[in-house]
């Protein structure tokens, strides 16, 4: 049984470019939440996705967006890249649109801003 | 939601048992506390959640005393395999935070 795959592992932009972010929940699941890590840091929830639309949503611009497919997957987009956007950011995939709960994560993506 | 705090690091030995506090003042009704192990290069991993008083299940206990002001995650006899970096996180239904976290290193 697959758990939470997350797409690309590592990638490098540029100040001002746009980047897109998969995410695959475990099997099960139907509700998929973003974070955004930054080094040295713990997690900061960005979203939450349940039945294909944004449930949830911390303090994130709204150059932060996402999507969820019908088949439960996930993208994060971020436009407009900032340095300060560099950071691992985790996709977590639960059942039932709860934030409480045991949330299963990926490995990350690590988005390098340069 | 509430601020959550917890010690940097902590050491210890390999067969000890470890606890580590997080403190809450300002946690809501609504607010539960959760504990999440994250190894290097990997997502974080659930360990436990409770509302007060006390929950356990096989990896870890977890303290909540009636005020709710503070939580204590009790590790049993631990390994080095258990050194890691722990997460505080208060969550309700609208929102969450994970604390800074704490890294735990245990030596043989």
């Known amino acids: 049984d697959a758990g939470v795959t997350q797409s690309p592992t590592h990638l490098i932009k540029t100040r001002g470019q746009q980047v897109t972010l998969r995410c695959s929940p475990k099997?099960?699941?139907?509700?998929v939440s973003w974070y955004q890590q930054a080094l040295g840091q713990g997690p900061q929830f960005i979203f939450q996705?349940?039945?294909?639309?944004?449930?949830q949503r911390g303090n994130f611009p709204d150059r932060f967006s996402g999507h969820q497919f019908p088949n439960y997957s996930s993208e994060l987009n971020v436009n407009a890249l900032l340095l300060g956007d560099s950071a691992l950011y985790l996709c977590?995939?639960?059942?039932?649109?709860?934030?409480?709960?045991?949330?299963?994560f990926g490995e990350g993506s690590r988005l390098t801003v340069l | 939601l509430a601020k959550t705090t917890q010690p940097i690091s902590m050491d210890s030995y390999e067969g000890q048992e470890v606890n580590i506090t997080c403190s809450h003042n300002n946690i809501a009704t609504n607010d539960y506390i959760t504990w999440y192990q994250q190894f290097p290069s990997q997502g974080p991993r659930f360990i436990i959640q409770?509302?007060?008083t006390k929950v356990t299940n096989e990896v870890a206990s977890l303290f909540i005393p009636a005020d709710r002001k503070s939580s204590t995650l009790s590790l049993p006899r631990v390994s080095l395999s258990d050194t890691a970096v722990y997460y505080c996180?208060?969550?309700?239904?609208?929102?969450?935070?994970f604390g800074a976290g704490t890294r735990l290193t245990v030596k043989p």
């Open positions: 977590a995939s639960s059942f039932g649109k709860r934030l409480t709960g045991e949330l299963f």
């Open positions: 996705y349940y039945e294909e639309e944004e449930r």
């Open positions: 996180l208060v969550v309700n239904n609208n929102d969450m935070r």
């Open positions: 409770g509302y007060k």
């Open positions: 099997s099960g699941h139907d509700t």
